[in-house]
């Protein structure tokens, strides 16, 4: 079992890039399929990213597609989220999981971090 801190998030203007961390503790997290999600307020928890174990193959909302690029460092423990071209509507709480599948669902991810706001100001 893993254990997920994200870091990175704050305040930025429309156009604009953050870099989101999740750092994992623990032996198995480069066994893990790990995704980034995010919630804004009123709305449900959304799929945005995921990454294979070992970082070869990845997918995206349609929303994120060309702008947000999904990375990992197994030998630092620690999956990134590099968010470019950043909207109001990219504004929300962000959330990085752990699962065994390469999943887009909420359901299919076990492990979860306490998240980190993103404001995008227009």
């Known amino acids: 079992q893993v254990q997920l801190v994200e870091s990175g998030g704050g305040l930025v203007q429309a156009g604009g890039s953050l870099r989101l961390s999740c750092a994992a503790s623990g032996r198995t997290f480069s066994s893990y399929y790990m995704g980034w999600f995010r919630q804004a307020p009123g709305k449900e928890r959304e799929f945005v990213a995921t990454?294979?174990?070992?970082?070869?193959?990845?997918l995206y909302a349609d929303s994120v597609k060309g702008r947000f690029t999904v990375s990992r460092d197994n030998a630092k423990n620690t999956v990134y989220l590099q968010m470019n071209s950043l909207k109001p509507e990219d504004t929300a709480v962000y959330y990085c999981?752990?699962?065994?599948?390469?999943?887009?669902?909420?359901?299919?991810?076990?492990?979860w971090g306490q998240g980190t706001q993103v404001t995008v100001s227009s």
């Open positions: 990454i294979t174990p070992n970082g070869g193959t990845t």
């Open positions: 999981a752990a699962g065994w599948g390469f999943r887009t669902m909420v359901e299919d991810y076990t492990t």
